[in-house]
């Protein structure tokens, strides 16, 4: 089954995402860590400006959030209106292309959620193993 899902994937794929010159990876890791995934996420719900953001997305510098922000505005998945107000009034909002890629990424954050018990706990395992003498890597 895994390696069908794999082969769909190749095959979908325009560029070889495995290949390390692949064009499309660049863009990849940046919508894929987990700020830009969590930026995503928050922006299910609708617009928000930029403190909205900051506050929702818990650990997030400021700096990490504007860097992904343009990032994201970049790939085209986050667009940025720009009011015309005194100050400037900026709200960022998912595009077609960042709503499509909101639901697969919030499955994964929902899957974390249903195994995080799982995880930690092979994790714990795993520490235990790696403490006990004559444990081998």
């Known amino acids: 089954m895994e390696t069908q899902h794999v082969a ?10 495995f290949d390390q010159k692949c064009a499309l990876r660049p863009i990849m890791d940046q919508t894929t860590s987990r700020w830009a995934t969590l930026i995503i996420s928050a922006l299910i719900a609708g617009p ?4 909205q953001l900051h506050q929702r997305v ?6 990490m959030l504007s ?7 970049r790939a085209g998945l986050v667009g940025r209106h720009v009011a015309p107000t005194n100050p400037p009034q900026v709200t960022y909002s998912l595009t077609e292309l960042g709503t499509s890629l909101a639901g ?4 994964l954050i929902q899957w974390f959620g249903r195994h995080g018990d799982e995880l930690l ?9 790696q403490a006990s003498p004559g444990s081998r890597p």
């Open 48 to 51: 928000h400006r930029f403190a």
């Open 8 to 17: 769909t994937a190749a095959r979908l794929l325009a560029h070889d995402t």
């Open 58 to 63: 818990g650990g997030i510098s400021q700096k």
């Open 104 to 107: 697969p990424l919030t499955d």
């Open 67 to 73: 860097q992904n922000l343009k990032a994201l505005a």
């Open 121 to 129: 706990a092979a994790q714990e395992h795993y520490d235990s193993q």
